[in-house]
Structures are given as C-alpha cells and as structure tokens.
C-alpha cells in the first residue's frame, strides 16, 4: 500500500503534467501580415496566439534624408524560439534562430 506521502507526490506530479507549464518550442514564420508561426510543421499559430516584444519588431529612424534600419522585425522563413506559456493559450516569441 502507498503511503500518504506518495499518494500526494504522485497527485502533484499529474497535476503539473495536466497543467502543461511552460515549454520552449521552435517554429518558422509562415506570413508576416497576417502574423503566422508554423511550430513543427503541424501546428499553425495565428497571431491570437502569439506575443510579440517590442525587440522583435522593425525599427527604422530618418536621420538627414537617410533611413537607417536599427533592427528589422519577423520575416516569411525566420525561425523562431517560442515559449509557450502554462495552458498553451498563448505563446512568446524569445528570439530569432541564426
């Protein structure tokens, strides 16, 4: 017979596996207006389920009649690091893959 104190560690255990914690996941741009990450090659994620930082977006400034790009946003093809947060309800995009 399991003691108590296993019961309750094995309940715990389930417990965090149903709840699904968070997870890093990697997945390639599919569409940039609208946003779309293909995570596995199965998994389509629209733009209702991503977050996107600010570090993640095109940024340009005009300095003399000259545009200088400081950082360019997503493109069609990028791959990406996501982590999905606990529940699976919504997914951050880390960073972008080299």
């Known amino acids: ?12 255990r389930e417990q965090m596996e149903a709840a699904q914690p968070a997870a890093v996941m990697y997945g390639t741009v599919t ?8 995570v ?15 570090h993640m977006t095109a940024y340009s400034v005009t300095v003399c009649s000259q545009t ?6 997503l493109e069609a093809g990028d791959r990406v690091i996501l982590l999905r947060c606990p529940g699976g309800r919504e997914y951050v995009i880390v960073g972008r893959l080299p």
């Open 1 to 12: 017979m399991a003691s108590l104190n296993d019961v309750i560690k094995r309940i715990a």
């Open 31 to 38: 569409s940039t207006n609208p946003l779309e990450v293909n």
């Open 40 to 54: 596995d090659q199965r998994l389509p994620l629209s733009a209702d389920f991503l977050v996107v930082p600010e």
């Open 68 to 73: 200088i790009e400081i950082r360019r946003g």
